[in-house]
């Protein structure tokens, strides 16, 4: 009965099954800020890791049903989905601000989707043809490394070598060319490394991959 969703239950949107945090409520933002600086300041930990999970990921026949919020928070914006955007950025801005004001050698990163837009959809993308954080999960992952809201970028780029949509090395390479001199570190999946499809059939390419990091001298 104590549990945050029963206590607050209008803090939260069902999708996919689950109970969300509903990220348009400045509440709800407080509340996050809250708990994460009551780890900084009570633990002597060495950082702050966000995962990519900021709105959900589209699921077939769901829904976000946050149009009531927007109506009442979204003055100023024409569409709910620079809106949202607008939510995550602010959530990370605060977090930032919040996390070095109480100890500034602390460090705040985030491993984004490995694709933040594509070529096609914006001139600073990338060449590949995903799905992509900006347009689907609202996250503008650019915009915080270039604002500096973050220390490092830790892109998921799960992906294999030559693969049409997201090709591997392209996302390694526009990851480190958007740097603005933070760290990047290049997520792998270590957990595809079995599969016998596509370009995972070949032993050698998590090792490939990381020669391929390591010749880059942007990347970490």
Same mark, same amino acid.
């Given at each position: 009965?104590? &549990?945050?969703?029963?206590?607050?239950?209008?803090?939260?949107?069902?999708?996919?099954?689950?109970?969300?945090?509903?990220?348009?409520?400045?509440?709800?933002?407080? +509340?996050?800020?809250?708990?994460?600086?009551?780890?900084?300041?009570?633990?002597?930990?060495?950082?702050?890791?966000?995962?990519? +999970?900021? +709105?959900? +990921?589209?699921?077939?026949?769901?829904?976000?049903?946050?149009?009531?919020?927007?109506?009442?928070?979204?003055?100023?914006?024409?569409?709910?989905?620079?809106?949202?955007?607008?939510?995550?950025?602010?959530?990370? &801005?605060?977090?930032?601000?919040?996390?070095?004001?109480?100890?500034?050698?602390?460090?705040?990163?985030?491993?984004?989707?490995?694709?933040?837009?594509?070529?096609?959809?914006?001139?600073?993308?990338?060449?590949?043809?995903?799905?992509?954080?900006?347009?689907?999960?609202?996250?503008?992952?650019?915009?915080?490394?270039?604002?500096?809201?973050?220390?490092?970028?830790?892109?998921?780029?799960?992906?294999?070598?030559?693969?049409?949509?997201?090709?591997?090395?392209?996302?390694?390479?526009?990851?480190?060319?958007?740097?603005?001199?933070? &760290?990047?570190?290049?997520?792998?999946?270590?957990?595809?490394?079995?599969?016998?499809?596509?370009?995972?059939?070949?032993?050698?390419?998590?090792?490939?991959?990381?020669?391929?990091?390591?010749?880059?001298?942007?990347?970490?």
């Amino acid at each position: 009965p104590k &549990h945050i969703t029963k206590q607050k239950p209008d803090w939260f949107f069902t999708f996919g099954g689950k109970k969300l945090f509903n990220p348009g409520l400045p509440e709800v933002q407080a +509340y996050i800020v809250q708990v994460i600086m009551d780890v900084v300041r009570n633990y002597d930990i060495d950082g702050v890791h966000f995962d990519d +999970y900021f +709105y959900p +990921y589209p699921e077939t026949n769901q829904v976000l049903r946050d149009e009531r919020i927007f109506k009442q928070y979204g003055q100023g914006f024409t569409s709910i989905e620079d809106w949202r955007r607008h939510n995550v950025d602010t959530l990370i &801005h605060r977090l930032s601000d919040s996390i070095h004001a109480e100890k500034k050698y602390l460090k705040f990163g985030i491993s984004p989707f490995g694709i933040w837009r594509n070529l096609s959809q914006d001139a600073r993308g990338s060449e590949s043809n995903g799905f992509d954080g900006y347009g689907k999960l609202y996250a503008d992952a650019r915009k915080w490394v270039e604002s500096s809201w973050i220390d490092y970028v830790n892109p998921q780029v799960y992906f294999p070598f030559y693969y049409k949509a997201a090709p591997y090395e392209k996302l390694v390479d526009w990851w480190s060319n958007n740097a603005f001199n933070r &760290h990047v570190y290049i997520g792998l999946a270590a957990y595809r490394a079995a599969e016998q499809k596509g370009g995972w059939r070949d032993k050698q390419q998590i090792p490939n991959q990381i020669r391929y990091l390591r010749n880059n001298a942007h990347v970490q």
